[in-house]
């Protein structure tokens, strides 16, 4: 394998203490550093550091773990009074709708043929009576028959 | 502490991929919640103390960014690993948190608790213990993108584009605050 120079070497340090190279090139990499002064001294820094972890605090898992159940669970409440909110709105919004669609479109005409008087008495004519129960009558009299009945009211 | 760490171990070692983990935490599975948690807490943590400084800041950091995830898992769409998209939101969380909080501390003071290796006899543990904090304290003194590119590519064995997705930066951006942490980070252990 052809030598390596020291930025590569440095450069790719991390990954010989991660195993992350193959072994060819780790061997390269370890061979150059036995060489290499300057290398071996940036590898020795880089172990310090990689192996200079920190622990996880006490208690901090169980902290970390009901405060991801508590969140989950709010978002679940939050989500179920969401969703009921919809299905109110949905299920009024269908009762709503149902009782609009009951009432027809078309409007039965109100049944006006009147064939029996109203009310008898004071004020109210029978509709039989064709000279006095409305206009309506009069255009079925003759000309003669509107003379005849004109010279009985005496105008 | 010991008891906490054994709990720790078990999920860890269950080999559950992240993938099915996280697609059985999407449908409300408390189980794969956890083993989340578990998985990525130390990864996280440490990168919200390093960005504060301060155990009790960098852990309501933490648990910010875990609740933040694990309630947006529905935008997670697998671009990037689900630990360098986690990563990028401790971030920002911590961030957050300095924010909130308007103060952000340049020097790391005990960070270092306890090493996690309880097996290692006094003496060493001691000794990395010293070393530990050593470290600590230059890393605190790099500016936050030279410290994070050098946590992000050491600590956390990220790759460099991994680093970039996870500092919202170029690939290149990545690799030259790397470098220049590390020859911050010698000059400053002479």
């Given at each position: 394998m052809k030598s390596l120079n020291c930025d590569h070497v440095r450069d790719v340090l991390p990954d010989l203490l991660s195993g992350r190279l193959s072994s060819v090139e780790g061997a390269a990499v370890r061979t150059h550093v036995q060489n290499c002064v300057e290398c071996q001294v940036e590898l020795d820094l880089a172990t310090a550091v990689a192996a200079a972890r920190l622990s996880i605090p006490a208690g901090l898992h169980a902290r970390v773990v009901n405060a991801t159940r508590t969140r989950r669970t709010a978002a679940w409440s939050g989500r179920m009074t969401l969703a009921a909110g919809i299905a109110v709105a949905v299920v009024g919004g269908s009762v709503l709708l149902a009782q609009f669609r009951t009432v027809p479109d078309v409007v039965d005409p109100i049944d006006v043929s009147v064939t029996e008087p109203i009310q008898h008495g004071a004020g109210w004519w029978s509709v039989e009576d064709a000279f006095v129960s409305g206009t309506a009558s009069l255009r079925d009299l003759s000309e003669d028959e509107l003379k005849k009945l004109l010279v009985e009211l005496g105008t | 502490m010991v008891s906490e760490i054994a709990r720790l171990t078990v999920p860890l070692a269950t080999g559950v991929d992240d993938t099915s983990l996280l697609s059985r935490a999407r449908s409300g599975d408390r189980e794969a919640t956890e083993l989340l948690v578990s998985r990525y807490l130390r990864d996280v943590y440490e990168m919200t103390a390093r960005v504060l400084g301060d155990r009790d800041l960098a852990q309501d950091a933490a648990?910010?960014?875990?609740?933040?995830?694990?309630?947006?898992?529905?935008?997670?769409?697998?671009?990037?690993?689900?630990?360098?998209?986690?990563?990028?939101?401790?971030?920002?969380?911590?961030?957050?948190?300095?924010?909130?909080?308007?103060?952000?501390?340049?020097?790391?003071?005990?960070?270092?608790?306890?090493?996690?290796?309880?097996?290692?006899?006094?003496?060493?543990?001691?000794?990395?213990?010293?070393?530990?904090?050593?470290?600590?304290?230059?890393?605190?003194?790099?500016?936050?993108?030279?410290?994070?590119?050098?946590?992000?590519?050491?600590?956390?064995?990220?790759?460099?584009?991994?680093?970039?997705?996870?500092?919202?930066?170029?690939?290149?951006?990545?690799?030259?605050?790397?470098?220049?942490?590390?020859?911050?980070?010698?000059?400053?252990?002479?």
């Amino acid at each position: 394998m052809k030598s390596l120079n020291c930025d590569h070497v440095r450069d790719v340090l991390p990954d010989l203490l991660s195993g992350r190279l193959s072994s060819v090139e780790g061997a390269a990499v370890r061979t150059h550093v036995q060489n290499c002064v300057e290398c071996q001294v940036e590898l020795d820094l880089a172990t310090a550091v990689a192996a200079a972890r920190l622990s996880i605090p006490a208690g901090l898992h169980a902290r970390v773990v009901n405060a991801t159940r508590t969140r989950r669970t709010a978002a679940w409440s939050g989500r179920m009074t969401l969703a009921a909110g919809i299905a109110v709105a949905v299920v009024g919004g269908s009762v709503l709708l149902a009782q609009f669609r009951t009432v027809p479109d078309v409007v039965d005409p109100i049944d006006v043929s009147v064939t029996e008087p109203i009310q008898h008495g004071a004020g109210w004519w029978s509709v039989e009576d064709a000279f006095v129960s409305g206009t309506a009558s009069l255009r079925d009299l003759s000309e003669d028959e509107l003379k005849k009945l004109l010279v009985e009211l005496g105008t | 502490m010991v008891s906490e760490i054994a709990r720790l171990t078990v999920p860890l070692a269950t080999g559950v991929d992240d993938t099915s983990l996280l697609s059985r935490a999407r449908s409300g599975d408390r189980e794969a919640t956890e083993l989340l948690v578990s998985r990525y807490l130390r990864d996280v943590y440490e990168m919200t103390a390093r960005v504060l400084g301060d155990r009790d800041l960098a852990q309501d950091a933490a648990q910010d960014a875990f609740v933040n995830a694990l309630g947006a898992l529905h935008r997670f769409r697998g671009e990037s690993s689900f630990k360098t998209w986690l990563l990028r939101i401790a971030l920002n969380s911590a961030r957050s948190v300095a924010r909130r909080r308007g103060r952000r501390r340049e020097v790391a003071i005990d960070l270092v608790e306890d090493l996690p290796d309880q097996r290692v006899d006094e003496v060493t543990r001691i000794a990395n213990a010293d070393e530990a904090k050593r470290v600590e304290a230059v890393l605190a003194r790099l500016p936050e993108k030279q410290r994070m590119a050098v946590v992000l590519r050491l600590q956390q064995n990220l790759s460099y584009a991994e680093v970039a997705a996870a500092l919202d930066c170029s690939e290149g951006a990545a690799r030259v605050n790397y470098h220049l942490g590390v020859k911050r980070l010698r000059e400053l252990t002479k």
